[in-house]
Structures are given as C-alpha cells and as structure tokens.
C-alpha cells in the first residue's frame, strides 16, 4: 500500500477510504497545530519528538514511545527537535476497526482504555521497535494480486499484537513509562480553563469574557494557555467547536442550528472555518455521513 509523507494527505485517505493509512514523516515535513479528527491514530516517535499533548495530559516523547489517540482527542506535538523529528502516524476509521474485531477481540481497546496509569503511551522496547517497524514495511510492499488482502491481514496482525502490549502494561508486565499532567506551575489554572471551554462550546468564549470569567489579565491567560499547549486559546477553541459541529451534523441537525450550537454566532465564519479545518463544506459534510 501507498505510504504517506504528511498526516494531512493519511487522514484524508483513511476517511475516504474508510480504511487506514500510513505515513512515514521526516523533518521536512512540518507538524500539524492543535488538530481533533474522526479517526483513531497511531504515533510512534522514531526521534525529534519532545513533547505530545493530548488533550490535558502533556507526555515527554523519547524514541521508542508509541502514543494511542481516541477519535475527537485533540492532541499536538508542542515541541519539536526540527533537525531529527522522525515518526509513524496511523489513522485508523473506527468503523474498519470494528468490524475487524470480534466478541473475543477488541481491536480498539487501546484507543478507548484510560483507566490506566499510563494513559495513551507506552514505550517500546529495542526489539518491540523493530517488530513494530517490520509491519510497516510489510504494509508498504507492493503486489500484483492479493494486495487489498494481504494488507487486511497484515493490519490484523498489526492490531493485536500492539493491543497484546498495551494490555500488558495495563497488566504490569511490561515497564510503565511516567506521564505528566501538564508540566506548569499554572496546571490548575490551564485544567480550569480547559474544563470551563469544553463545558461552554455554545457561549461566547473571547479572550475578554474567559479571562472575565476566571479572573486573569487577557495578556496573562494568553501567555500561560501557549506556554502549555503549544497553540493559541482560539484555535483550541475552534478545533473543538468543529468536533462538535461534525457530530451535531451526523446527527442530523441542520448547518444553521449545528453553526448557533456550536458557539459560531457568525454564519459566514461558521462555514470558512469547518471548510477549512474539514476540507469539504458543512452541508457536503451532512449529506455524504447520511
């Protein structure tokens, strides 16, 4: 199968597809902002990764980390070695997950289990590393005949035995890596800040009203928000409004109810903003999920 040089063009794949896709990414390819997507990914750091945050938790990368994100978790690598960052990301559809799996065999416990002390991340070891590197070539061979099969196969193989190392950590029979929480004196006032704009997408959320809110100078929330993340308070904030406007649409709400329950007041914004994030508009997004 085709292997990807950017997660943009890996997504795209993997939600046309339904499937998955793969790629493989040097430094020359930059890394995406703060990002929430339909499809489960697969992270493995091979080097120049510093540090992942996934949603409020903030994990130091090392080569060898392997990272298991949930559909709609919004996630960003606040910092990059730009000379040697070298990694894998898999998108994955979770409906291609789930008929793959079986009463036995869920394939997407990984992404789904958070009751663990380790939550999204586990380090591989030297030999797990090239095992886990030997499938992705596999996957990356071409073949007359077969293809379509050979990588369902392999995918499979793929699936379980990372699934096998994730339940082995749960289970204390593999080293546990140490995850941080956001590694800032201000955690408590980021958690807080976090927790009251996922709770709040349909309100206003300016920088006046937040900063209002929770007592803090425009300038200082701004400056505290960016240290730890990464990314701006306005990104974040439309990245998990689009998230929320994607499912509303699912459900069938209409483009002007889902643009008012989602917090965007202007109609045009609405519309620039999830055609860019998306790629295609909000009313071909309805109708191709219907």
């Known amino acids: 199968m085709l292997i990807y040089d950017s997660c943009k063009s890996t997504i795209q794949s993997c939600l046309e597809t ?38 409020k938790r903030l994990y130091e990368v090392d080569p060898g980390n392997i990272f298991f994100i949930n ?76 293809q379509d099969i050979m990588d369902r196969a392999i995918f499979l193989e793929m699936m379980a035995w990372l699934n096998y190392m994730f339940i082995s950590c749960c289970n204390g029979n593999m080293e546990i890596p140490s995850v941080q929480r956001l590694a800032s004196v201000h955690y408590e006032q980021i958690d807080e800040l976090l927790s009251y704009i996922n709770q709040h997408l349909a309100e ?43 499912r509303l649409l699912t459900d069938g709400y209409s483009v002007t109810e889902t643009s008012l329950l989602c917090g965007f007041q202007d109609y045009s914004n609405f519309l620039k903003s999830f055609t860019k994030a998306v790629g295609i508009s909000p009313k071909k997004y309805a109708s191709c999920e219907h």
């Not at 400056?223 to 993340?229: C, M, N, S, Y």
């Open 204 to 246: 206003d959320l300016s920088i006046s009203v937040l900063a209002s809110r929770l007592h803090f100078s425009s300038s200082y929330l701004r400056k505290i928000f960016k240290d730890a993340t990464g990314t701006t308070i306005n990104r974040y904030i439309i990245a998990k409004r689009i998230s929320m406007a994607k």
């Open 71 to 146: 559909q709609f978790e919004s996630h960003h690598l606040t910092q990059v070695d730009a000379a040697a960052h070298e990694r894998i990301v898999i998108s994955i559809h979770p409906e291609y997950l789930k008929r793959l799996s079986t009463q036995q065999t869920d394939l997407s416990h990984c992404f789904t289990c958070r009751d663990t002390p380790f939550g999204h991340k586990i380090m591989l070891s030297k030999e797990h590393q090239k095992k886990f590197t030997y499938f992705i070539h596999k996957l990356s061979e071409s073949r007359d005949y077969g």
């Open 18 to 55: 339904q499937t998955f896709a793969i790629a493989w990414m040097y430094s020359d390819e930059k890394t995406m902002d703060m990002h929430i997507h339909d499809c489960y990914e697969i992270y493995f750091s091979i080097s120049g990764g510093k540090q992942f945050l996934i949603d």
